[in-house]
């Protein structure tokens, strides 16, 4: 059979973005920036982190262009993302120099410097907030000025900069095994293509970028029945973390000679993993493995997680295909994920017409060959 | 004063400081603007805590600008989008590069916000601490 090309969509496609736009604002009332950023924070959080690029205001934009779909928004944060130059490399950050606004832990009640519980839902009773609907701006200003003016009594003037790490602690206590520095440079999956087996750099970027519902799933999927990991929260910190950049005019590496660029903030999950190993003379003792999350904003799930397939990817069980690099890696992200399943929609004339030709050639076969045999 | 504490204050700080400082320089020498403000990524390298291992976790949208005064070059970076705050930097930045005397005369104007930036992070910090948790032990344990 022969193939045609086909025309003739162009103003049908015209209008219907004239028709998502309309969708957009039919109602008569607009979600502004601003609003945006002031009252969608758990969306914004998660958009920069499966985004990868973090920029509240971007993510804002993005969120009200797509109308608030979490899935179109992250890609048109990709999207735009791939149209700036990388300028600079971070100093490396390292998460004793967050600012804390929150630091729990569930495997131990008494941690160094206690339980800080910041904002958090954990605790809330789940039921609609009528009271919402009647909130106006003036209110919530109100309510933010008597909040602020309320003066706490100094009796706790522990520093939020360098808290102690649980982990640090067990390390002291010599629970968990301590490590050195590892200071080989990363690989970068936003330069180079992933090629299986992946290196630990890569598989930590590529699941910090994954989409929340897939990372969460993957792991709700190893505690449930596909995986050997009952793990515990070692510590969860949720704070802002300070970025430097070097030098870059002189290439001076000195501390104090580096630019601040400002904050972001950060959720990050140490997982705790009993292990069981075997000692000599086969005697069995119970180790504690880590598995590490951490994201753009405060995206507890993710962040946990994130540390849970850690773990299953660094010790690469074949019973389970949660220990599978390319079965994780290759399916938590979102542009690739929901980009791949939405071009489904997308015209397939050629490829389908090419089948149903298969098909009715077959079934014009058979209709021949059973009216041959009734002869 | 070092460029990490100075940029902490200007970044962290009143805005005014910084347009001040920035003002006080273009008003009596010749700042050529070598690179308009203009936006970027710098990509964020982390420091794991599992195996102490380095990854990239993400990139962050930053504005950079770059001046020079007397044949000496600025730069002024800043996360998000701020055109403004970019270039005020890079000429505070050329101004201490270039070593003029208008940074003698800064730095007690920079300790003063410091301390005042030092306040807010307490007053903040006192409120973060309110949802500490104090349990009350039912064993030993």
């Given at each position: 059979m ?9 103003i ?9 736009k309309?969708?957009?604002v039919?109602?008569g009332?607009i979600a502004t920036?601003?609003s945006i950023?002031g009252?969608?924070?758990g969306?914004i959080?998660q958009v ?5 690029l973090?920029?509240e205001t971007l993510?804002?934009?993005?969120i009200k262009?797509?109308?608030g779909n979490?899935e179109?928004?992250v ?5 735009y993302r791939s149209?700036?130059p ?11 120099d967050m ?9 131990f ?5 206690g ?6 839902p954990d605790?809330t009773?789940?039921l609609l907030?009528?009271d ?10 109100q309510w933010l ?5 309320i ?11 360098q ?8 390390r002291k ?11 080989q ?6 330069r180079?293509?992933l090629e299986f087996p ?5 598989r930590l ?5 994954g ?7 993957l792991?709700?999927?190893v ?5 050997s990991?009952?793990?515990t929260?070692?510590e969860?910190?949720?704070g802002?973390?300070p970025?430097y ?8 590496t000195e501390?104090?000679d580096?630019?601040y660029l400002?904050e972001?903030?950060?959720t990050?999950?140490e ?9 000599e003379?086969g005697?069995k ?6 598995g590490?999350g ?5 995206n507890?799930?993710k962040?946990i997680?994130?540390?849970?397939l850690d ?5 690469k069980n074949?019973?389970?295909?949660t220990?599978?690099?390319?079965f994780v890696?290759?399916h ?10 939405s071009?489904?929609?997308m015209?397939?004339?050629v490829t389908f017409q ?10 014009r076969?058979?209709n021949?060959s059973q009216?041959e045999?009734?002869? | 004063?070092?460029?990490k504490?100075?940029?902490e204050?200007?970044?962290n700080?009143?805005k005014?400081l910084?347009?001040q400082l ?7 020498y010749?700042v ?6 203009n936006?970027g990524?710098v990509m964020v ?9 380095m ?10 600008c770059k001046?020079?005064i007397?044949g ?5 970076i800043?996360?998000?989008h701020?055109?403004?705050?970019a270039y005020?930097l ?5 101004a201490?590069?270039v070593?003029l005397q208008e940074t003698s005369e ?5 300790l003063g916000?410091?301390?005042r930036?030092?306040e807010?992070?307490?007053?903040a910090q006192s409120?973060?601490?309110k949802t500490?948790v104090?349990?009350?032990t039912?064993?030993?344990?």
């Amino acid at each position: 059979m022969a193939y045609v090309a086909v025309r003739g969509g162009t103003i049908a496609i015209e209008e219907s973005i004239k028709r998502l736009k309309f969708e957009r604002v039919k109602k008569g009332a607009i979600a502004t920036i601003p609003s945006i950023e002031g009252g969608m924070r758990g969306l914004i959080d998660q958009v920069m982190s499966e985004g990868s690029l973090y920029s509240e205001t971007l993510a804002a934009i993005a969120i009200k262009q797509a109308e608030g779909n979490p899935e179109e928004a992250v890609f048109l944060l990709r999207a735009y993302r791939s149209t700036l130059p990388r300028k600079h490399y971070s100093r490396t950050i390292q998460s004793e120099d967050m600012l804390i606004e929150r630091r729990i832990s569930a495997s131990f009640k008494n941690i160094p410097g206690g339980q800080v519980l910041g904002a958090t839902p954990d605790y809330t009773h789940r039921l609609l907030d009528f009271d919402l609907i009647q909130e106006t701006e003036e209110e919530a200003r109100q309510w933010l000025s008597d909040f602020q003016e309320i003066q706490e009594k100094e009796s706790d003037l522990r520093d939020l900069i360098q808290y102690p790490k649980v982990l640090d602690y067990l390390r002291k206590e010599g629970l968990i095994a301590d490590c050195d520095n590892q200071d080989q440079e990363p690989d970068d999956v936003t330069r180079k293509s992933l090629e299986f087996p992946t290196s630990r750099s890569q598989r930590l970027q590529v699941l910090t970028r994954g989409q929340t519902g897939a990372v969460t799933s993957l792991a709700y999927a190893v505690i449930r029945a596909y995986g050997s990991v009952h793990p515990t929260v070692g510590e969860l910190r949720v704070g802002e973390m300070p970025i430097y950049i070097d030098n870059p005019i002189n290439q001076k590496t000195e501390e104090d000679d580096a630019y601040y660029l400002g904050e972001m903030k950060l959720t990050e999950v140490e997982m705790l993993i009993p292990v069981t190993v075997e000692k000599e003379r086969g005697k069995k003792e119970i180790e504690f493995e880590i598995g590490y999350g951490i994201c753009f904003g405060q995206n507890e799930t993710k962040a946990i997680a994130m540390g849970i397939l850690d773990n299953c990817l660094e010790n690469k069980n074949p019973q389970y295909p949660t220990s599978d690099e390319e079965f994780v890696l290759f399916h938590i992200d979102s542009v690739e994920s929901s980009g791949f399943i939405s071009h489904l929609k997308m015209p397939h004339y050629v490829t389908f017409q090419s089948k149903l030709d298969s098909a009715r050639k077959t079934k014009r076969q058979e209709n021949a060959s059973q009216k041959e045999s009734n002869l | 004063m070092k460029r990490k504490r100075r940029t902490e204050i200007l970044i962290n700080g009143s805005k005014e400081l910084a347009a001040q400082l920035a003002d006080e320089i273009i008003h009596h020498y010749d700042v050529e603007t070598i690179e308009e403000p203009n936006n970027g990524l710098v990509m964020v390298k982390v420091r794991e805590t599992a195996k102490k291992s380095m990854f990239y976790m993400g990139e962050v949208f930053v504005t950079e600008c770059k001046v020079q005064i007397n044949g000496s070059i600025g730069l002024g970076i800043v996360k998000s989008h701020d055109h403004e705050l970019a270039y005020q930097l890079a000429v505070i930045d050329a101004a201490y590069n270039v070593g003029l005397q208008e940074t003698s005369e800064w730095t007690s104007r920079l300790l003063g916000e410091e301390e005042r930036i030092v306040e807010q992070r307490k007053t903040a910090q006192s409120k973060v601490l309110k949802t500490k948790v104090s349990f009350e032990t039912m064993d030993d344990e």
